[in-house]
């Protein structure tokens, strides 16, 4: 059995996914490499064959129609066979000498009394045009170098949360809390690292700037823009998490820390959600914000009531453009998040 597995979804990446993959192989034989290649219309599909022709025993390629970013996680889920598993998106790749270190620690944990459910680690902002790389670290927040569970967390404070690019799973987990995301919908990564959550006891914290993420590319689903023209994927998004946390609700809060954490996430994706629909500035999507809202408010009153009345809920729900304004306070802990572009 490989210790990691890692799904790379790739959609007409021809022209940068190289660095990836190249980056990943070098955790040689201990790393199964996973190519999604999403329904590409150029030269992606090639070259991830080519890839697994040169480098049979790492790398394997899963051609598929297109069911976008989503889909091609499922497909990377359904086919991995490491022990441990992970995303890294095509025009992202990973440091060498941390890589080493994930998975040696991987290793070492790997045969452990207590089974790893989640490793996390830190993760670079690699935004195109700024020389300072901003570093999403969990030190202040996380035990370092040990096994720990939701108890021993600190508080997360707004703007700190654990993103899909933060996390390794243990693909058993994955496969037994059946996570399926969306097909055809951007944004699902926020159901990624939300639905497995109240399947993880044991968690490591290692300090290392292990991946790095890519921000402006033309096109790329987290600029501002494209958010905007997107809404509707991220009120999907937004409403399947909102059922999720209400079915599990009961299972969840017993767990106050973890409770607390998925609660101040779903949060931070409503507040999303919202300030992209006040940014875009039409009435349509002002109804659809107050619709949203609403949709919380019958699915759980209490959850409802205190969210809207938090900062950020507030500052989301004031009248007129005097509260429009005030919502760019919220609408700077999300750029700070998401790096909004």
Known sequence: MKLLSVAIPCYNSEK???KCIDSLLEGGEDVEIII?????????GAIADEYAHRYPSVVRVVHQENGGHGEAVNAGIRNASGLFFKVVDSDDWVKREEYLKVLDTLRELAGGDRALDMLICNFVYEKEGEKRRKVMRYHHILPKDTMFTWEDCHHFRKGHYILMHSVIFRTRLLKTCGINLPSHTFYVDNIYVFE????????????????RYYIGREGQSVNEQTMINRIDQQIKVNKLMI???????QEIIKNKRLYQYMRNYLEIITTVSSVLLIRSGTEENLDKKRELWQYLKVKDKRLFIWMRNGIMGNAMNLPGRGGRRISVGGYKICQKIFKFN
Do not use: A, C, E, R
């Open 16 to 18: 940068y996914m190289d």
């Open 36 to 44: 999604v290649d999403d329904g590409s219309i150029d030269g992606t």
């Open 196 to 211: 497995p959550l109240p399947y993880v006891k044991n968690m490591y914290y290692l300090d290392v700037n292990f991946y």
């Open 243 to 249: 059922d999720y946390f209400v079915d599990k609700k």
